[in-house]
């Protein structure tokens, strides 16, 4: 049963987020209450997405703390879990694009972008991802974030499975730095003419 009566609730807000309510408010010419409930319904629309989707999204801080409370092999778990899914999302979106497979998506192409959400713009997790081609055959990545250890542990996980799935690269363990805040990975590449 849908309750189609209105609700009243009182809402304290920080003093950053009141400002950013206010301006809004006044960009878009609608009262500050109205912001409030449009970014209520976006978040509820965005988590039940992801939900339906099977990807699990964390905020930074979020993340942080949960990567503090679960075992390693829980980060693994969660890695491997969310490479999968991602794997099944970049593949719809290539074939809603109108490609028929993989073969016409560059690495770089592809690295470009993942380094887009993973960074400042949208999800926020990683301070820094840069990458190389290191000769014709091996790819460096390295990635700077504030999290801790077990977040690195993800990544490297993640980009792992990700990029052997699609790009049939391989993860050079010999070579792979896991710190704190960092790490460096690189990657054998199978086919040349995919960079």
Do not use: P
Request: glycine share 4%.
């Amino acid at each position: 049963m849908v309750d189609e009566k209105d609700h009243s609730m009182g809402l304290r807000l920080d003093g950053n987020t009141y400002r950013q309510v206010q301006e809004l408010s006044d960009l878009l010419g609608v009262k500050k209450s109205q912001i409030i409930k449009m970014g209520i319904r976006r978040l509820y629309a965005n988590e039940k997405n992801n939900i339906a989707e099977k990807i699990i999204i964390f905020d930074k801080s979020t993340f942080r703390k949960i990567c503090e409370l679960i075992s390693l092999k829980e980060i693994e778990d969660l890695a491997e879990h969310n490479a999968q899914q991602y794997i099944i999302k970049i593949r719809q979106k290539i074939l809603q694009d109108g490609n028929k497979n993989l073969e016409n998506i560059k690495l770089g192409d592809f690295l470009s972008i993942f380094t887009m959400i993973l960074g400042r713009k949208y999800w926020k997790w990683v301070e820094n991802m840069t990458w190389q081609f290191i000769q014709d055959d091996e790819l460096l990545l390295f990635i700077n974030h504030d999290i801790n250890s077990n977040f690195s542990l993800f990544m490297k996980i993640l980009l792992k499975i990700i990029l052997n799935q699609i790009f049939e690269t391989q993860l050079i363990d010999e070579k792979t730095i896991l710190a704190e805040n960092q790490l460096e990975l690189h990657f054998k590449i199978q086919s040349a003419e995919k960079k």
